[in-house]
């Protein structure tokens, strides 16, 4: 069939045809622009959403970004007290680190500061220098300040130039022999040291002696000074006897389990320091001793000690029934020292004796003054008032317990009456039933040391402070024997390569067979 015949079989298509398919060719056209353009809509938007994405999560990262601190003894994780402090800073201080970028302490002093840096905001301004290059800047501190830069160490600046330079090596404790760091000490110094660039004047408190024997008080003394002088505190000891006033620089006085009890005149000094003048008291009982002016003054604001003692009874098949007086205690939640120390428990050594806490008692609320419980002893113990008797039992009608709750610290604040919001200041104190809460053979627990510091602090209107002190991490060090070593270098070189060996010829001699 020629062409022209194949032409004129082919069916005509009409104008209106031609039409239709030029609307729907439009139509498409027209579809496809409107998708390319959504697509691109789409883009934009993904784009735009992209870029709000990224600088939110820059900026969150930022400003309320969250650290893990994977260290060996959480070196760089600072305490509940540092971290309440650096919380209430008023002000700006500057932490300048100058160290030699080779030096040994330098990679923990930097982690350390730079978390400093990181909880305190706006309120602690962290500087690194390195002595061997920021010499411009090292040259305008030496002019500005009168400083010397002879090694490494930490400076801090504080308001109306006040400067506290902390030397490389009081951040750490060595082994005497071999110069290895046992201690890293950072928090500890770095917070006193910052303490002492922040607040007006020392705290000084006085540990009240004569009432107890010095051998005693020695151990004492020497495991609540270090503790102080981390927080700016200053402990110096002081006889009442012969005293006309308590002396003006105190803030606070320690009563640390008087053996015999203060004269009336000297009740009277303690009374017109602790009301008037608005000092801290703390005081831990000795149950054995006899000390009505002292019971005096704690009874008449919620806190009575009773004659008794805090026991147990032990029974073991085939022995006779045996009491136990160490008493395991819980520190109880809530407001005054035990605020920020919730859930911890330790133990009372010796002999410890209830005490009977009004905290509900309308005519000392009427007189602006709040008892509250502290220490509450574990299920099972009860104040024992017959303790002297050789079998010992709960008798619920002489003694103190179950189903009452077994007090053994309490705290007492006491504010100008008609003053419920305490504008006008308080008076505070903490009493604890036992005399050795602070043992003085040098084991007290780290919650005890804790829960002392921590009242002593709140007697002395330092609630920022109050909280888990700083740990020392220490280096650890696996000791092991000649003989032992010997024996672990020949598994290493010789058991495990050989066992290896053997395993891979049994595997090897099976896929031949």
């Known amino acids: 069939m020629s062409d022209q015949e194949q032409n004129d079989s082919k069916p005509k298509t009409s104008p209106e045809g031609e039409k239709k398919k030029d609307r729907a060719s439009k139509l498409r056209s027209a579809g496809r622009k409107m998708e390319r353009r959504k697509t691109a809509l789409l883009v934009a938007v993904q784009v735009v959403l992209i870029v709000i994405v990224f600088f939110q999560v820059n900026y969150l990262s930022c400003r309320r970004h969250s650290t893990w601190d994977l260290t060996q003894n959480q070196r760089f994780t600072l305490s509940d007290t540092t971290k309440n402090y650096l919380e209430s800073i008023g002000g700006e201080v500057r932490i300048v680190t100058a160290f030699l970028g080779t030096s040994e302490l330098y990679p923990e002093v930097k982690g350390l500061v730079s978390e400093y840096d990181r909880i305190g905001g706006d309120r602690i301004v962290a500087e690194y220098l390195d002595l061997s290059r920021s010499r411009a800047r090292i040259a305008e501190l030496k002019d500005k300040y009168q400083l010397r830069f002879s090694g490494d160490q930490i400076v801090i600046l504080g308001g109306s130039d006040r400067i506290k330079v902390i030397p490389a090596e009081e951040l750490v404790s060595r082994d005497s022999n071999s110069g290895r760091v046992v201690q890293f000490r950072g928090e500890e110094v770095l917070t006193a040291a910052l303490l002492a660039v922040t607040e007006q004047q020392q705290r000084k408190i006085y540990l009240v002696t004569g009432g107890r024997p010095a051998d005693e008080l020695v151990p004492i003394a020497a495991q609540i000074q270090p503790l102080a002088a981390a927080q700016n505190a200053r402990l110096e000891s002081i006889v009442l006897e012969g005293l006309q006033s308590i002396p003006d620089d105190a803030d606070a006085l320690f009563f640390p389990g008087h053996a015999k009890d203060i004269s009336e005149r000297e009740l009277e000094m303690v ?35 009773n004659p008794d003692r805090v026991l147990t009874v032990v029974n073991i098949p085939g022995v006779a029934s045996q009491p136990s007086y160490e008493v395991p205690v819980g520190l109880m939640p809530g407001g005054g020292p035990t605020r920020d120390l919730p859930a911890l428990s330790t133990r009372l050594p010796g002999r410890t004796k209830s005490l009977d806490v009004l905290f509900e008692d309308d005519l000392l609320l009427s007189e602006n003054i709040r008892p509250r419980p502290l220490m509450v002893a574990s299920q099972g113990y009860w104040g024992e008032r017959e303790f002297q008797n050789e079998e010992i039992s709960y008798n619920p009608d002489i003694d103190n317990g179950p189903p009452n709750l077994v007090y053994t610290a309490a705290s007492v604040e006491k504010g100008v009456p008609g003053d419920p919001d305490l504008e006008k200041g308080s008076s ?55 003989a032992d070593f010997g024996v672990l270098q020949s598994l290493a070189i010789f058991v495990l390569p050989g066992l290896a060996l053997i395993v891979g010829g049994y595997v090897w001699l099976r896929r031949r067979a």
């Open 271 to 305: 009374k017109e320091f602790w009301e008037v003048r608005q000092g801290g008291l703390l005081i831990f009982l000795d149950p054995g001793a006899k000390t009505p002016n002292l019971d005096l003054l704690l009874r008449e604001n919620g806190a009575a000690p």
């Open 428 to 482: 505070r104190l903490v009493v604890v039933g036992n005399a050795s809460l602070i043992s003085p053979d040098g084991n007290t627990s780290k919650v005890a040391a804790d829960f002392t510091m921590a009242s002593l602090n709140w007697i002395m209107n330092r609630e920022e402070l109050m909280g888990i002190s700083p740990r020392r991490p220490t280096a650890f060090t696996l000791n092991i024997s000649p």
